[in-house]
């Protein structure tokens, strides 16, 4: 299937591979019943230069998108400690007799966790579906540190696998929207490193040290978790999304300091193929 997979318009164009795009374009516009003219094509140089310094410069994620970026790596690797951590600590929490079916039960709650997104994440927004799926996931990982009775555990287990999981799925999309095109796979990418990096330290976690202080510790990156969603720079939530770090569109003055920084370029005569296309490119 992979190899079926159409390219991304933005990458063939960015390639000056523009009958390829063209035609992905068309097709596109033909599926939602729309029509494209894209008849006279315009490459502006001056957006392709932005596009590609901000690419090789990793260094802008830090720098103009500080406040977001630490954000987002910190809500990564917290979503990665609870989610396998509680997976791996889930057999600790049982009786041996009922142990098969109480993990079953637990696991089932990762289905309706992948609904929650769907209902919540637009209608409540990015930032305060995921501050709320956060902060239950720390409850309850609370509560199981207190050794409740099996039945309580169980319930308690439910629970936090379904935030945690409604969680992921929410930050994927929250990550994909914080960062414009010509940054978005390298802030993608670097996030999901911190996600990887906090799956090494969630056997020893989980597995050699103290039930209790494993669930307070998930507990802990729980709570820093909502308090980190809740405090993102910005809602993008329906909102327009950039194609580089230069366009004002979504970057106006009452924005975070994130974007203070960077250069804005007012839109004076034409188009250029990514603003032109920017409805069409996802």
Known sequence: MAFDSPESPRFLIMKYRLK??????????????????LENWEISDNGAKVADSV???????????????????????????????IILASPRFFSTKNKYRDILI?????????????????????????????????????LLSWGFSEAVSVICTFIVR?????????LYVTTAESYPTSLRSSGFGLASCFARIAGVFTSFVSEDGSITLATGVFSMFGFFAAIAALTLPRETANQNLPSDGCDPLPYQRTLESDYEDLTVHSRESSLSIEEKLSPLIF
């Open 20 to 37: 390829e795009a063209h035609s992905l374009l068309n097709s596109v516009s033909r599926t939602n019943n729309g029509t494209l003219h």
């Open 162 to 170: 379904g935030s945690v999981s409604a969680a992921f799925i929410s």
């Open 106 to 142: 637990s696991s089932v709650a990762e289905f309706p966790g992948f609904l929650v997104p769907l209902f919540f994440i637009d209608r409540f927004g990015r930032k305060r579906t995921l501050g709320v799926l956060y902060m239950i996931t720390s409850v309850f990982c609370g």
């Open 55 to 85: 690419r090789e410069n990793v260094k802008s994620l830090v720098v103009h998108f500080s406040a977001t970026t630490m954000r987002l790596w910190l809500l990564w690797f917290s979503s990665s400690l609870v989610y396998y951590g």
